[in-house]
């Protein structure tokens, strides 16, 4: 139902999701003080599509922006989901890397500095197979270096949503942000259905992939840090406020015995309604910041 | 081109360890045991495959939920172990068909079941473990991200049936629309794209190839010079940094990732700009 209120909100709201990647990086920033690094007029391409005969973007599909957020110093990097899927290759991987590793170097040096990384993305660019991949390993472990000092912030709004080895990446950020058109899973349906059979997962079921993937349920799973709308001031409020409250007590992906007691009590007999998750799951974050 | 078997993992595993348990209460498909390595007492981890597994997708040597949050319990117990003592070295036995493909896998976020592991994995590298990644057969996509590529130090075998890659043969073909017959022309010459593993040691990510007559069943001596490259490499990582600047400063780096240089000089040059 949507009220009157809720009514005039959704019709003033400012998409987020169709902003490109560069103007949803922008939009994050305290006004006037972002710029991009190693922008598209820098022409740093990938060395490795066009001797494929795939056409190669002067970004790499990959925008890095440094600037401050809530008055503290933080980096932007946002992945183009409209450019080859928003997939990661050895320029777009090794911007995120480099980026994160900066904000480490600044941070160790005494001036805290977070990252924000726009996930839309289907994973390793399969053009650069092996250098994809090794450059999902490096940012990951650029992540755990750097959310040591100050918190990574991932945010997947859609469409593209956050599959693949990426998600990975997702799952080691100190929060992540959400929207309803999200999606966030290790793999895709299509790539489920190929292996395992259409009685697994039947890839034509959209609403299956949103039940199961879609933002609201992993937010409901708490799997996620907040849901939000598609609206700009929203996302950018949303990310304010987790890098005014810093690092978290202790990061999800760290939270090993709460989640494999979880995996162990589960039954595996069969497949889950993704409610029963909720139920199961769903105060997880709350009640792990009382501990 | 090479069919994932699942047998070496346990071959070398029990090699190094001599046995081929589970820790109490893990899955049978996570061995993970300590035995001595040099002058250390070293932690080995390996996924085998397991018929009779809780989840139906991830019997085949498939990484999934149990074994993703079975080797970060291990890990984390080595990093807590030694929290005030000698960091032991960590010993990922690599072989690995994929990331388990299942929908109670997505249902129940394996995407963050493979984080927790890498995590595990990664703290224990900044905490000043060792830790070494052994290929021994397959080290395919989100296996290798959850298991084995968070390492300081990559090792693997220069044999037919070792493969890291992306995603598998015929799955790659099709999503980029071409054969595997035209996939395997390309690698020749793209090097990122082949499925040979003297290829894939072209990227500079790899600390060394080593050679082992057959995998499958290596000898006395071989399992020794096996144990030696370890106990070389524990050393190296030991005396270096503790990221992962290794796999682009290397040698190979230098010629197969100019692009990845060039960005990295480029962005810290911008960064300081004001």
């Not at chain 1, 996930?119 to 092996?130: D, H, K, P, W, Y």
């Not at chain 1, 490096?138 to 992540?143: C, T």
């Not at chain 1, 309604?273 to 009640?287: M, Q, V, Y």
Request: proline share 4%; charged share 25%; hydrophobic share 40%.
């Amino acid at each position: 139902m949507i009220t009157s209120r809720d009514k005039t909100t959704f019709l003033n709201r400012q998409s987020f999701l169709e902003l490109d990647a560069r103007g949803r990086a922008a939009a994050l920033f305290d006004q006037g003080t972002s710029r991009e690094l190693v922008g598209p007029f820098d022409r740093v391409e990938s060395p490795w599509l066009a001797i494929q005969d795939v056409t190669p973007q002067e970004d790499d599909g990959c925008v890095v922006m440094k600037g401050k957020i809530a008055g503290k110093a933080a980096v932007v990097v946002a992945l183009e989901g409209a450019f080859q899927g928003g997939s990661m290759g050895e320029v777009s991987g090794e911007k995120m890397t480099a980026a994160l590793d900066l904000a480490c170097a600044d941070s160790e040096n005494g001036q805290p500095t977070s990252a924000v990384i726009l996930l839309e993305t289907g994973g390793v660019r399969l053009q650069e197979a092996n250098l994809g991949l090794a450059a999902v390993a490096e940012v990951m472990a650029s992540i755990l270096t750097l959310r040591k000092h100050a918190p990574v912030i991932c945010v997947t709004a859609g469409t593209v949503g956050c599959f693949g080895g990426m998600s990975l990446a997702a799952g080691l950020s100190s929060y992540i942000v959400l929207t309803r058109e999200a999606r966030l899973g290790l793999n895709g349906p299509e790539v489920i259905e190929q292996e395992n059979g259409i009685d697994e997962w039947d890839s034509s079921n959209r609403a299956l992939v949103f039940a199961i993937n879609g933002g609201e349920q992993r937010y409901a799973m708490g799997l996620a840090d907040a849901l939000v709308e598609d609206d700009t001031p929203q996302i950018a409020d949303a990310v304010r406020g987790f890098i005014a409250k810093g690092l978290p007590h202790v990061h999800r992906s760290s939270q090993v015995e709460l989640y494999r007691s979880r995996i162990g009590a589960l039954d595996t007999s069969r497949q889950w309604d993704p409610n029963e998750l909720r139920r199961a799951w769903g105060t997880s974050a709350s009640e792990e910041d009382k501990r | 081109m090479s069919t994932f078997t699942g047998v070496r993992g346990t071959v070398w595993f029990r090699a190094f360890t001599g046995q081929d348990n589970p820790m109490p209460g893990d899955p049978k498909s996570v061995l993970a045991a300590d035995a001595p390595l040099g002058t250390d007492n070293a932690r080995f981890l390996c996924i085998v495959p397991d018929q009779h597994a809780r989840f139906p997708c991830a019997r085949n040597g498939q990484v999934g939920l149990e074994e993703a949050y079975t080797l970060a319990t291990r890990v984390r117990e080595a990093i807590e172990l030694d929290k005030n003592a000698t960091k032991r070295p960590i010993i990922a036995i690599v072989d690995v068909k994929s990331q388990a493909y299942g929908r109670r896998e997505e249902t129940a976020a394996i995407f963050l079941a493979a984080a927790a592991a890498a995590d595990a994995y990664g703290t224990a590298r900044l905490a000043g473990h060792p830790v070494i990644a052994l290929v021994v057969g397959h080290a395919i996509s989100g296996g290798f991200l959850t298991h084995g590529y968070q390492a300081n130090r990559i090792l693997a075998f220069d044999d037919d049936g070792v493969m890291i890659h992306a995603m598998h043969k015929e799955a790659a073909a099709r999503i980029t629309r071409r054969t595997v017959e035209e996939l395997d022309e390309l690698g020749k010459t793209i090097a990122p794209l082949s499925y040979d593993i003297k290829d894939y040691a072209k990227l500079g990510l790899l600390h060394k190839l080593l050679h082992v007559e057959n995998p499958a069943k290596p000898s006395a001596h071989e399992v020794l010079a096996v144990k030696n490259e370890l106990i070389a490499a524990i050393a190296d990582a030991r005396s270096k940094p503790v990221d992962l600047s290794n796999r682009r400063e290397s040698a190979e780096a230098f010629k197969t990732r100019k692009a990845s240089i060039l960005v990295r000089a480029k962005l810290e040059e911008q960064w300081r700009e004001t």
